[in-house]
């Protein structure tokens, strides 16, 4: 089975279970007012990877207009409760349901980790497509090894989820690849963030 076929099922057959455990978001309040304060007012946010509507919730009391994509449609379910006043629809990020240039700035927390290395590239490049430009991107990523990837077994299924690992600076050369402007690369112990403009 594709790896992320595997990853969207286990999405969908855990989804209540991710929700309880991903509730905690006092971490990211800080990068979501920082995102918003750089888009303009009332501005449209691609949650890119939307999950149980968590952050497209928060994104929409803080002023965004938010297009919640994911490719678990047992997520999206979740997400139209936790998020009645997003735009949810399900996709793929390697080819993703929107218009070019459509969205003001993109919100891809922990959800790119999931595509392959060798489809890297194509996300990145319809992230670009659908941001406005001038917009601004953030993003999350697990560091490791370049391309390096995990299949994982946490939520005791038997089609686990993919974890794909990147080192900061060429994930960040692939972003300009993409033609985006990167403007900081922020690591972190588990994580590293980075912020670019489209």
Known sequence: MDPVDRTRRTYDAVAETYHERTGDIDALLPAMD?????LPDHPR?????CGPGRDADWLTERGARVVGVDFAGGQLRLATLEAPDALLVQGDLRSLPLRDDSVDG?????????????SLDDALTELHRVCRPGGTLFTSMKPGAE????????YDTDTGRLFV????EPFADRLRDAGFTVESVEPEPAWFR?????
Do not use: C, K, N, Q
Not at 34 to 38: F, G, M, N, S, T
Not at 45 to 49: P, Q
């Open 106 to 118: 993109v919100w891809a927390v922990a959800s790119l980790i999931h595509v392959p290395d060798e």
């Open 194 to 198: 980075v912020w670019a403009r489209a």
């Open 165 to 168: 690992f990147h080192e900061p």
């Open 147 to 154: 391309g390096a990837m995990e299949h994982t077994y946490g």
């Open 45 to 49: 946010v691609l949650d890119a990877g």
């Open 34 to 38: 920082r995102l918003v304060d750089a």
